[in-house]
């Protein structure tokens, strides 16, 4: 059902939501980017709908709330192993359609690619999504190639315009507040954007015998490693574990899991100080085949959603698209040939 409201509705709506939820959307966090002079968004608690930030994509997704970049999983010592405590309330997370999308391929690696994963589903089974209306596109964004640029998997759907929002609710508890509100009823269809200036064609006979061609070698120059692009991309999980030995007693500690990169140096490191994929491009190979190829022969679709952050984020102005429009199909060229 849709409903629209005026910001003094919309702020009780999420003052009744607060009492059962953290919210959760892009926020402005001023001078704390690469430099005190730069600001940054990403994801943070808000309690208003005035903090919310609509004309900027987030630097970094949602993917914080549901993994948070270091996360204690239990306590112990000598004797005894305690469970962390989950969060105390539940998470009501803004977000739009290609991070909504991301959020399929987290339940796919966390929840149905083997065991579940009880630390993340603990979290995930008390969140609800509200999707933001993306009425425009930003630089680098790719999502209507890769198929995620609208998305009917939301507890209520957010359209913002001229100082009023439209609501569009599917979720009784979160609609609960919204019909107290009392506001009017209208037909709301969720804002999205049906094309890109940037489109990206993944080839057909993409394979792995693309690893053997020479094309990743370029990033062996190009790229330094940081990791950037791993860490703001909304579908990259990879984590390891650290155990943390409190300084008063040596026997007693906490196990954490903190997210890594493919692209680190200690990523591949194993017994013996062997290290798989030291070069800059075998990693690059390794994460791009992985978005483009590897996933979808497991899962059944893309693993990159389209969001553009890792074009955008990258300091040495390395992209993605690129990658996937240029660099395959001259590598399958390549290796086609070489046959």
């Keep these: 059902m849709g409903y629209q409201l005026n910001a003094d509705a919309l702020n009780t709506v999420f003052a009744k939501w607060s009492d059962t939820y953290d919210i959760y959307a892009p926020?402005?966090?001023a001078g704390t980017g690469r430099s005190s002079m730069q600001d940054i968004v990403r994801y943070g608690k808000i309690t208003k709908p005035e903090e919310i930030v609509w004309d900027k994509?987030?630097?970094y997704s949602a993917k914080d709330v549901l993994l948070p970049v270091c996360q204690t999983l239990f306590y112990f010592n000598e004797n005894t192993v305690t469970e962390a405590e989950a969060p105390e309330k539940g998470a009501i997370i803004l977000l739009r359609s290609c991070d909504l999308h991301a959020i399929k391929r987290f339940d796919y690696m966390y929840l149905q690619n083997g065991p579940e994963d009880y630390y993340y589903k603990r979290v995930r089974d008390r969140v609800k999504f509200v999707l933001m209306g993306c009425s425009q596109e930003f630089d680098n964004c790719f999502c209507v190639s890769m198929g995620t640029n609208t998305s009917d998997n939301y507890d209520v759907a957010l359209n913002v315009k001229d100082g009023q929002y439209f609501l569009d609710v599917k979720d009784d508890v979160l609609g609960k507040a919204v019909s107290e509100a009392k506001a009017p009823e209208v037909d709301v269809v969720p804002d999205h954007v049906t094309e890109n200036k940037l489109q990206v064609h993944i080839p057909e006979n993409l394979s792995s015998a693309i690893a053997?061609?020479?094309?990743?070698d370029e990033y062996d120059k190009r790229c330094i490693k940081c990791g950037r692009c791993t860490l703001a991309c909304p579908t990259c999980t990879c984590w390891s574990m650290q155990d943390v030995f409190f300084t008063e007693d040596h026997k007693a500690g906490e196990r954490r899991r903190v997210q890594t990169s493919c692209m680190f140096d200690d990523y591949t490191l194993v017994a013996g100080g062997l290290c798989f994929r030291k070069k800059a491009g075998e990693r690059m190979r390794f994460?791009?085949?992985h978005k483009t190829l590897e996933f979808k022969q497991r899962s059944g679709f893309q693993m990159c959603v389209g969001c553009g952050r890792c074009d955008a984020i990258c300091p040495e102005y390395i992209s993605l698209s690129h990658c996937?429009?240029?660099?395959l199909p001259e590598g399958m060229k390549e290796v086609t040939e070489n046959e």
């Excluded at 053997?212 to 990743?216: L, R």
């Excluded at 996937?324 to 660099?327: A, E, F, M, S, T």
């Design 27 to 29: 926020k402005l966090f």
């Design 57 to 59: 994509r987030s630097d």
């Design 212 to 216: 053997k061609s020479h094309v990743w």
């Design 287 to 289: 994460k791009v085949l």
């Design 324 to 327: 996937i429009n240029v660099k």
